[in-house]
């Protein structure tokens, strides 16, 4: 079946850099789109950033500016480049694949956590 393998996750300090890879297999992954969500203790999970298969991005109002989303299809792996991280980035943090345009995540990671210490 499909899967999805996100790493990268750990601890870093506040101001730091960190990425994030979601390597998929047994998918069609050039024509996915594919995101990143996260979902910190207590809180409801959210939408981070989203990579089109035509390349095309979107990124939550909390980490523009900040995160990079990108994808390389000949990989099947999609990155989210963390920059400037705070300490309400902490949270889990997964990928997900949409097929086409129907904005609808049918497949998802087991997730990775990312700690940013103050």
């Known amino acids: 079946q499909v899967q999805l393998v996100e790493s990268g996750g750990g601890l870093v300090q506040a101001g730091g850099s960190l990425r994030l890879s979601c390597a998929a297999s047994r998918i069609a992954f050039s024509i996915y789109g594919m995101s990143w969500y996260r979902q910190a203790p207590g809180k409801q999970r959210e939408l981070v950033a989203v990579?089109?298969?035509?390349?095309?991005?979107n990124y939550a109002d909390s980490v523009k500016g900040r995160f990079t989303i990108s994808r390389d299809n000949a990989k099947n792996t999609t990155y989210l480049q963390m920059n400037r991280v705070k300490p309400d980035d902490t949270a889990v943090y997964y990928c997900?694949?949409?097929?086409?345009?129907?904005?609808?995540?049918?497949?998802w990671g087991q997730g990775t956590q990312v700690t940013v210490s103050s």
């Open positions: 997900a694949a949409r097929p086409g345009s129907s904005g609808i995540d049918i497949f």
């Open positions: 990579i089109t298969s035509g390349g095309s991005t």
